[in-house]
Structure formats: structure tokens, C-alpha cells
């Protein structure tokens, strides 16, 4: 069972990142008081970005910051650990 399905199954209410590449960054469930998000890995984030999209170090931070961290789609957006 892959971690998409995985997550799918125990959270079903919970966001995952398009497309199913970044499934690999994916470290666990983070949960607080009012919060469940799938976490995702910066470091390995960044890296897939460079790896599937051929971009450089900087483009890829710059693409995560503005289109995954700077993204807000309810309370189960997803959250990244550093």
C-alpha cells in the first residue's frame, strides 16, 4: 500500500501534494490541539523538485516557498518540517 493510500485510508479528510512523486517526502501525520496535516520533509521535498522538474537548488526553494508553504487551502493544508 503506498503512503498516498495509506493516509487516504486512516485521514481520510487530510490534503496530500500533487503530483504523487512528492508522496516519497512524506514523514508522517503531524497532530496538535485543532490540527492534523500530512508532513512533509523540506530537504527531500527540494530534492524531488530538482530530480522530477529539472530544477536548480534556488528555483526549488523558491517553487516550495511560494506554491507549497505559501499554499493555504483549509486547516489540513499540508505542513513541512525543517
Known amino acids: 500500500m503506498s503512503k498516498r493510500e ?3 485510508e486512516n485521514y ?3 490534503l496530500v501534494m ?3 512523486y512528492l508522496d516519497e517526502a512524506i514523514i508522517g501525520v ?3 490541539i485543532g490540527l492534523e496535516a500530512v508532513c512533509y520533509d523540506t530537504e527531500k521535498v527540494i530534492e524531488l523538485l530538482m530530480q522530477h522538474d529539472g530544477m536548480g537548488y534556488e528555483e526549488a526553494i523558491e517553487y ?3 506554491n507549497m508553504k505559501g499554499a493555504w487551502v ?3 493544508t499540508p505542513v513541512f518540517l525543517e
Open 30 to 32: 503531524a497532530t496538535r
Open 18 to 20: 500533487d503530483p504523487e
Open 74 to 76: 483549509g486547516e489540513t
Open 6 to 8: 495509506e493516509l487516504a
Open 12 to 14: 481520510p479528510d487530510l
Open 64 to 66: 516550495m516557498d511560494f
